[in-house]
């Protein structure tokens, strides 16, 4: 969970995990950057919790993501690794520093999605579940014994996608693996709502007697709503189709029409209200869409006019939410 949003950023990276890290002070909204000077892994680590991930993967030094252009804000950071903030951290003092811009560090952060994936599917929502342990690059299996629904919905909420659709023999429907993958996981039983699938109990790593690995299909639904009290309330996120990365949409000219395409496509008949100022909380992906105008009638958000993906001039206090009315089709049986 991300401690300080507000205060910490990483920009300039090919995904939202990794950048030029940035900070600015708390009575201020100009932001500088890091230099790079003692700055290791046990630093990166704390950076990395603050914005939500296990840890740090890697430090990259001398502008790696381009040099910033505002003030050089911290030096010498020596962090015992535990913080749980970087202003925590040992270091001379706010702007205190001998280092130019050619010095900023940047940071890469560890995905939860760093240690598991699908292949041979026909698309990023399917195929086999590969993992790794933490120490090794080699990727491989988990047995199909005893795995259910509720671990695929492990597996797909670590992918980035909302829950599971179905569990399936990976030979029999993603093609023979003649690879020598070693099986790594078996008897797998999660209860469905951990964060991680290294979290749920198993026989032990590498500890196995089958020879049957499994497959998943993930719900590749590009809407969702977050942070509220209930599955029919939250902050509207959207993704791009095919993508795994989450974002928000901006309240500039979002009323309840839009909100009713929204609710429909979660499975409500309607909306109930929409809530602006980022009332059920600032996402931190992108903001993938903005000045949406829908008639009310559509079948998809993505069939409503706006200026184009990614296309926006606000920042997260105007990410959207919104209310829907009625019960979910998908919460009846």
Known sequence: MCLDPS???LIVGSSENEGRLEVRPDNSFTWGTVCQDQFDMRDA???????GYPEADQVRTDANFSQGT???YMDDLQCAGNESSLFDCSYPGWTIHDCDHAQDVAVVCLTNSSRIRVTG??????????VRPSDSFRWGRICLDHFDLKDADVVCRMLGYPSSQQVRHADKYFGKDFGAA????DELRCDGTENSLFNCSHEGWRIRDCVRHVGVVCDPSRIRLVGGSGPDEGRVEVRQDGGVTWGTVCHDQFDLKDADVVCRMLGYPSAQAVRND???GQGQGEIFMDD???????????ECSYPGWGIHDCDRTQDVGVVCAGTSNSETV
């Open 7 to 9: 205060r910490i950023r």
């Open 45 to 51: 680590d704390v950076v990395c919790r603050m914005l």
């Open 70 to 72: 505002g003030p050089i």
């Open 121 to 130: 599917g026909s698309g990023p929502h399917e195929g086999r579940v590969e």
């Open 182 to 185: 070693p099986m790594y996981m």
């Open 278 to 280: 980022a009332y059920f």
């Open 292 to 302: 949406l105008r829908c008639a009310g009638n559509e079948s998809s958000l993505f």
